[in-house]
């Protein structure tokens, strides 16, 4: 028995690279084109911040647009993907609060929501980093030779 684990544990370690980059693929492919489609369309943006009554939807459209696109461009990259990450996390719990609470029935709903499931996806990222494939490892190789 111990050896299939260990045989188990050897060759999932060889692939430790793959969750960090799956997840910045997830996350980039979600936000970058949501942040374009955001900044490209600000008027129906700013007319839904409205109806749901978020404040200032004039100032808030055009810096949740920005926020998807850079960092979600970020976060695909594996540039700085820790801090990227945390004002992603935040656009999701406003999209949940004020868009998507209503939708909200019992805990299995909440756990469904699109918006709480990237935000798991962006949690394991700032415990985790960017994974091996990232410039964020580039970077960090880098400064540890200087």
Sequence with gaps: MRSI?????????????????????????????????????????????????????????????AVELGCGALVLLGLFTRIAAIPLISTMVVAILTAKIKEVKDYSDFLSLSEYLFSVLLVWLIVKGAGAISLDTILSRRCDKE
């Design 5 to 65: 684990r260990d045989l188990v544990r050897s060759i999932a370690s060889k692939f430790d690279w793959l969750p960090g980059l799956l997840s910045r693929i997830t996350i980039g492919a979600i936000f970058i084109p949501s942040g374009w489609g955001k900044l490209t369309h600000l008027d129906k943006v700013v007319q839904f911040f409205t109806s749901l009554g978020i404040p200032a939807p004039r100032l808030q459209a055009p810096f949740v647009a």
